[in-house]
């Protein structure tokens, strides 16, 4: 079969394919390849590129035994034409074939779990509809519904200084203030559309370990709304929060162009010292969050139905959701 280079573009990314990238091991042909997509992580996040206070020890494992990439770029600020640029390995615009096409034509397993290709989140999790799905792409393909800021619970909006457990309304799908949004709650975690995306993750390299396959598990998180059980909040108390410093005159350029600021972002500062009294560290409680439920499918991939994965991320943001420049890296030698 004929090898494929494929570009992912990521601000955080790195590949593991046992027995065939270390250095003194001959290379051998990579036969399932599982793909575990983050939504708007960046970087800065992970211990593994020098984070000292999120925990992602998953990630960090990937990072170990396999190739981290510093210094390669993405070019684009914003997740479709991220995503859409890893999936048909372009830099600008749409090839004829996608990854998942790919492998299906070379006689391959392809499935889609949660958000690879664009989603609105949290309007299509909410409704657990496809977004901007190519069916094309996959054998079968998997949405993970949740109810994101309508999560019964403790309810923040950062920048109207609301903290609320009443369900009525919440920011959600369209509206302005959406992304300030917080969550935590008293639960598992079992109904956050990650950990379906998890669970129906293993299930299927499971069912699918004995051929050939292309798995692309697609997570939501961190992206807004930032919603987590307690016990992913609890490893982040607000005495241990840093709180950036605001610098006179820069609300006015967080809007492309350098027109008006969005609502609320002058008075972060302090909203950003109440949240923290009230809810702990959203983002890291998020990413935490994630973490334990990669971790399942990493550990369920070290059983020996995966020999090639790679960590991704479509961008990066930074706490006022505004984009950050992301890495590019390029898996090679896929059968």
């Given amino acids: 079969m004929r090898s494929v280079a494929t570009f992912c573009c990521s601000m955080l990314v790195f590949v ?65 034409p991220s995503r859409t640029s890893f999936m048909f390995s372009r830099y600008k615009g749409r090839g004829t074939v996608n990854l998942g096409q790919h492998f299906k034509a070379n006689g391959r397993y392809s499935a889609r779990v949660g958000k690879i290709y664009h989603m609105r989140v949290p309007g299509d999790i909410i409704a657990g509809t ?21 999560t019964p619970g ?86 241990d929060m840093i709180v950036p410093d605001q610098i006179e005159g820069d609300e006015q350029q967080a809007a492309e162009g350098g027109g008006p600021a969005p609502a609320g972002v002058a008075e972060r500062p302090v909203l950003v010292q109440q949240v923290a009294v ?16 990669q971790g399942d499918i990493i550990q369920q991939g070290e059983q020996g139905e995966v020999d090639g994965r790679v960590g991704d991320s479509d961008r990066g943001e930074a706490d006022d959701a505004r984009p950050m420049t992301r890495p590019l890296t390029r898996l090679h030698q896929l059968p």
């Fill in 130 to 150: 496809n977004g901007q799905d190519i069916p094309e792409s996959w054998t079968e393909r998997f949405n993970s519904q949740g109810n994101e800021a309508h």
């Fill in 154 to 239: 403790d309810y923040a909006c950062l920048n109207l200084n609301i903290f609320t457990s009443n369900l009525e309304g919440r920011q959600s799908t369209k509206m302005p203030h959406r992304m300030f949004v917080s969550v935590k709650y008293e639960g598992d975690g079992a109904d956050q559309p990650d950990h379906k995306t998890a669970t129906k993750t293993i299930e299927l390299l499971r069912q699918h370990g004995e051929k050939p396959f292309f798995i692309a598990a697609g997570f939501v998180r961190p992206h807004y709304p930032m919603v987590a059980p307690n016990q992913y909040f609890d490893p982040y108390p607000w005495q």
């Fill in 16 to 80: 593991l394919s046992v027995g065939s990238l270390a250095a003194d091991a001959p290379r051998s042909p990579i036969k399932n390849v599982l793909f575990i997509i983050s939504d708007d992580l960046r970087a800065s996040a992970l211990r593994c590129y020098g984070d000292k206070f999120c925990r992602t020890p998953n990630i960090d494992k990937l990072a170990r035994e396999g190739m981290v990439f510093n210094r390669a770029y993405c070019q684009g600020t914003v997740c479709g």
């Fill in 278 to 293: 009230d809810h702990g560290h959203p983002v890291g409680a998020r990413v935490g969050c994630q973490q334990g439920q």
